[in-house]
Structure formats: C-alpha cells, structure tokens
C-alpha cells in the first residue's frame, strides 16, 4: 500500500471528477492520503472529505493564506482543534510554515501564526505538516523556541543535507514528491538516495507539484497547453524513481516510505486498511 503524505483533494482543481479521483488512487494502490487543510474555510471540508473517503486530515492555516487572515481564525483552529481531538483521522496540524519564495508576503505575520500555530499543535500533542519555501533554517528555529517535540513532515523538501539532517533531529521526515522524477533535481535526487531511509515519505502536494511527464513549461503553457494536473494516482510513478535511487524494488518502496509515514503522523497506524 502506497501512503501519499500530502494531497489536497478538496482544491476547485477535482470539483469535476473527485470521485473519480478517489478511485483512480485506489486502483492505483494508493490506501492512504494525508488531506491537509489551508485557512479557516476548509477546515471543515478537509474533514468531512477524510470521512468519506478513509483518510486522514490535518488543521492549520497555511503561510500564503496568512495575510487575509485574522486572529478569530486561530481562535477557530484551536477550537476546532479541541472539539476534534478524539477524531482518530486527525493526524496533524498542518499546513503550517512560512515561505520567503513568494513576494509580498510579510514576515513578521508568517511567523506569527507559524509560532502560534507551533503552540497549538504542541498542546494538542500532535505533529505538524510544514510548508517549507526558502525557510528552512527560520522553521526549525522556530521549532525550537516552542521547544517542540511532536515531530512531523517538512513537506516538498528542497533544503541541503544541513538542514534535512537539523529536521530529522528534531523527529521530521522529509516529503519527496514530483519533483524527484525530473532529471535536474541533482540535490533532491541526492538527498532522495543518500538520507536515512527512515526519513523519506513520499507526497504527489496534487493538484500541484506535477511530475516530469505532466508539467509544461512557460512556452508551452503560452501556446494553449494547460498544465498537468498532478492527482494521487500519479504517486506510484513518481516512487519509481525513489526505488532506483535507493536500489528497492517497488513493493519495499511503498512498505518503507508507508511505515516512515506512520513513524511521522502515528494516527495513522489505526487507519491503514492493509
């Protein structure tokens, strides 16, 4: 069974076909998937949508949703947090982090809700999902200015071998996904190959992060080709790459990154229907 660590199935991308989604994965072995929410609006949807479907769901309000929000959401997400803490598919708090990629984002409120956010999931005793974007070195001092000590996945990692050996220190494991299947990723690749394998968990981030084979580039997305959307079936493709870096065949992929996935969010141990 293949685990897909970090999927947002509830994004407008699958209004039109998520049950079809949904079976698309299944077909394709793909038994568990982590739906992390972004703002105060999905919280529920994120849920109820982990319900429906078997999976497991995450609380938190992500870095480029930070600036429209405002102190009644955190309100909300603690509360939330509370009112579900003995939903066994709550599994983490997340999608939280900062990101120094995108511009106009101010720094100081990141970091806010991320340090707030770092307090929740502390007193909720759960782990947390990390959106990390060119912030690598400010997240895990944040982590450790909570004194955090859940753990968690550092999702899309794209940081050096420092900084992923600084989060598996403190408990993460680190999130591999569409990214690793093309051929210039060399320190992604690097890391994939190199790393403790208790550290790597395999994501598809879908409908974003597409693969090699459905991503377009600039020019081909100006002459009327739209871009791939990335969705969780494409995970055991995207794992191929991961068993050959590693020498695994695909059935040791799945069981090792699956059982790194459990080690990182271990709710859901309960809910793996193998």
């Known amino acids: 069974m293949w685990t897909d660590t970090h999927c947002h199935?509830?994004?407008a991308e699958f209004d039109a076909d998520r049950e079809a989604v949904v079976a698309r994965a299944r077909a394709a072995g793909v038994g568990q998937i982590v739906l992390p929410a972004v703002e105060?609006?999905?919280?529920?949807?994120?849920?109820a949508?982990?319900?429906?479907?078997?999976?497991?769901?995450?609380?938190?309000?992500?870095?480029?949703?930070?600036m429209?929000?405002?102190?009644?959401?955190?309100a909300l997400l603690a509360q939330q947090l509370q009112a579900h803490a003995a939903d066994p598919r709550l599994v983490a708090v997340g999608e939280i982090g900062l990101d120094f990629f995108v511009p106009g984002l101010d720094a100081d409120t990141q970091q806010r809700f991320y340090g707030e956010q770092l307090k929740l999931a502390q007193r909720a005793g759960l782990p947390v999902i990390l959106h990390v974007r060119r912030s690598a070195d400010q997240l895990l001092a944040g982590l450790r200015r909570v004194g955090f000590s859940h753990g968690g996945i550092a999702h899309a990692f794209n940081g050096s071998e420092q900084q992923a050996q600084a989060f598996i220190a403190l408990g993460f494991r680190l999130g591999f996904g569409g990214t690793l299947s093309f051929e210039r990723s060399l320190q992604i690749r690097r890391l994939a190959a190199e790393l403790p394998e208790t550290a790597l968990v395999l994501e598809t981030d879908a409908p974003?992060?597409?693969?090699?084979?459905?991503?377009?580039?600039?020019a081909e997305r100006e002459a009327g080709q739209p871009q791939g959307r990335n969705e969780p079936a494409e995970l055991p493709r995207i794992a191929q790459t991961l068993a050959q870096l590693r020498g695994w065949s695909a059935s040791q992929t799945a069981a090792r990154t699956s059982a790194n996935a459990r080690a990182a969010l271990p709710r859901l141990a309960a809910l793996d229907p193998g």
């Open 9 to 11: 199935l509830d994004a």
């Open 68 to 74: 429209r929000a405002a102190e009644a959401d955190l």
């Open 40 to 47: 105060a609006a999905n919280l529920d949807t994120v849920r």
């Open 208 to 218: 974003d992060i597409p693969p090699q084979w459905l991503y377009r580039s600039a």
């Open 49 to 66: 949508l982990a319900h429906r479907h078997g999976y497991a769901y995450a609380l938190g309000i992500h870095p480029l949703y930070v």
